[in-house]
């Protein structure tokens, strides 16, 4: 195995990155934002601005932070990273293009793969914040 670093990393071993809306609420165990929620290191990374205000009104505007945290968890050498709120998903293909590593910011990317398990005539239900 290949180890690596880059300038300014000050630790290693975060296997994911998990990008976080910029707020504050008790996180509890099985939240995506508690590290005791994983059995393998997680590096977590706040996008300052991101609100929930801003992620649940969809600004597009807020793209450019989103990729700065998110080169910035590539960079420190995640090999995958999500996010902690499902509306950053209309982000998912442009992050995506973006960086090298997989990208899977909402689960709702998985509504084709679903589709395709229970036919086209099924319906899928999802409720949402908003």
Not at 40 to 50: A, D, S, Y
């Given at each position: 195995?290949?180890?690596?670093?880059?300038?300014?990393?000050?630790?290693?071993?975060?296997?994911?990155?998990?990008?976080?809306?910029?707020?504050?609420?008790?996180?509890?165990?099985?939240?995506?934002?508690?590290?005791?929620?994983?059995?393998?290191?997680?590096?977590?990374?706040?996008?300052?601005?991101?609100?929930?205000?801003?992620?649940?009104?969809?600004?597009?505007?807020?793209?450019?932070?989103l990729l700065l945290a998110a080169k910035s968890l590539e960079r420190h050498g995640v090999r995958a990273i999500t996010g902690d709120c499902g509306y950053m998903g209309i982000h998912q293909q442009a992050l995506a293009r973006a960086l090298d590593i997989p990208v899977f910011l909402s689960s709702l990317i998985q509504l084709p793969f679903i589709k395709t398990i229970i036919g086209p005539e099924a319906k899928v239900g999802v409720i949402v914040a908003d």
């Open positions: 195995m290949l180890y690596k670093t880059s300038k300014g990393q000050v630790s290693s071993g975060e296997a994911m990155g998990i990008l976080l809306l910029d707020t504050s609420v008790p996180f509890i165990p099985g939240d995506v934002a508690n590290a005791t929620t994983y059995t393998f290191p997680v590096r977590f990374q706040k996008i300052p601005g991101f609100t929930v205000t801003r992620a649940l009104g969809k600004d597009p505007a807020v793209f450019d932070q």
